[in-house]
């Protein structure tokens, strides 16, 4: 924004002193005053695809498309702010709006394939990716196609899949994670501790990790908490989550001594704790 105000005020210095010749620099003028509102435009974009609350995203974008039906841009910015505000079946909608424009690209289609997951939509969102030319290979392709592998149990494609992904990607927690969750799943618990513990090198601050790994954990009947840096609050909810998967497996005293520990070690009233642990005692 403060470039648009320095070029303008260059702009009107110019016209001053050419005051004389108005006729023949107007027009450039007009142009050059132009390209300022085509900055001015794009940064707001960018500010309203980022930092804006999504809703107010959706409107903006959603007025502007209609305003202008064929820029390409602005129906993309209005699918990807659906996205973001948990739209999923509009978003979806919006991204098939963006592929019937000309200079839609592979990337669209892929975030469309996303969109359609995210609306429980699986079998039209692996058509959309298999419309991808094997050639394009991205960290998001492939992470679609290890989710809808997930979903249909194709385990060793799904394998395959996430490993591509993480490969691709310098932010691999998430995906990670994922996977992991796929083979707690499955039951192969060693593997998932691993991978969650994995997830927790690249972001500390991933809680579902924690979560998912304090699970794989239990369910190989080590209650103990993990080695991984937590606040006072999560070590509490972990510590209650491992005392739940002990009270599920049998270990009745090993949970109850977990949820004492859990409720004494939160910083505030753990009421969920609280509760759980009043129903064991009820039902003894």
Not at 42 to 62: G, I, Q
Not at 200 to 212: I, P, R, S
Not at 254 to 278: C, N
């Amino acid at each position: 924004m403060r470039y648009a105000g320095i070029l303008t005020l260059c702009f009107v210095g110019t016209f001053g002193l050419t005051a004389c010749n108005q006729s023949s620099s107007s027009g450039d003028i007009e142009k050059a005053l132009g390209d300022v509102n085509v900055i001015d435009e794009t940064n707001l974009n960018e500010v309203m695809l980022t930092a804006a609350d999504p809703r107010e995203a959706v409107t903006y974008f959603s007025q502007a498309s209609a305003a202008n039906p064929d820029r390409i841009d602005l129906k993309r910015g209005l699918a990807i702010s659906l996205v973001r505000a948990n739209q999923s079946r509009a978003a979806s909608k919006a991204w098939q709006d963006v592929l019937a424009l000309p200079g839609s690209t592979n990337e669209d289609r892929i975030e469309y394939a996303d969109a359609l997951i995210r609306a429980n939509d699986w079998q039209a969102a692996e058509a959309q990716l298999n419309q991808v030319p094997p050639t394009h290979e991205t960290f998001k392709r492939y992470r679609l196609e290890a989710i809808i592998a997930d979903s249909k149990k194709e385990w060793k494609k799904a394998d395959s899949f996430y490993e591509i992904a993480i490969g691709l990607t310098t932010r691999p927690s998430g995906t990670l994670n994922n996977w992991g969750y796929s083979k707690l799943t499955r039951g192969e618990y060693v593997e998932a501790e691993k991978l969650f513990a994995e997830a927790l090198t690249y972001d500390q601050t991933l809680f579902t990790a924690k979560n998912n790994l304090v699970l794989a954990r239990a369910a190989q009947r080590k209650y103990d908490m993990p080695v991984v840096q937590m606040t006072q609050t999560e070590h509490a909810e972990l510590l209650h989550t491992a005392a739940l998967s002990a009270i599920k497996q049998g270990d009745i005293n090993t949970g109850k001594a977990l949820l004492s520990e859990a409720i004494s070690t939160h910083p505030q009233h753990f009421d969920t704790a609280v509760r759980s642990l009043e129903a064991l005692d009820n039902a003894a």
